[in-house]
């Protein structure tokens, strides 16, 4: 992971952000789906997790999609990004994986900023 990848905020990030990560891990939980039989607790429990991912990766659609600037579209793509990016944590070693797609810190750059303010420049 670059030094870079690592104080994205929500806001750097964009809708083929989005994609490209739903796609990575619908990939990864397709081709683990095709290597198990239908039924077992294997093949249910990856079935779930790809219904997460549908679910996650619209709720990041949407927060993405949005052209308005609000502090409310801002938080909903901070938590929507999150709750994407937390899905893909286990294969972040694996080859195909970009280090733009972690998990980040803050909202925004101006978030960023007041935390750092607030908290005497802790991350």
Do not use: C
């Not at 806001?11 to 095709?34: N, Q």
């Not at 938080?75 to 280090?99: E, H, M, P, T």
């Not at 797609?101 to 802790?122: E, F, K, M, N, Q």
């Amino acid at each position: 992971m670059t030094g870079t990848a690592a104080r994205l905020t929500a806001a750097d990030l964009t809708l083929a952000d989005v994609e490209a990560l739903s796609a990575f891990i619908d990939t990864r939980l397709r081709t683990a789906l095709a290597r198990h039989l239908s039924g077992s607790d294997t093949w249910k429990g990856l079935l779930a997790a790809q219904l997460v991912l549908q679910r996650d990766a619209k709720a990041a659609r949407a927060a993405y999609g949005r052209t308005e600037n609000t502090p409310e579209t801002e938080q909903d793509r901070f938590r929507s990004w999150n709750r994407l990016a937390v899905l893909a944590l286990g294969w972040k070693n694996d080859a195909g994986f970009d280090g733009r797609w972690r998990p980040v810190a803050h909202p925004s750059p101006d978030g960023a900023a007041a935390y750092a303010i607030l908290t005497g420049g802790r991350r």
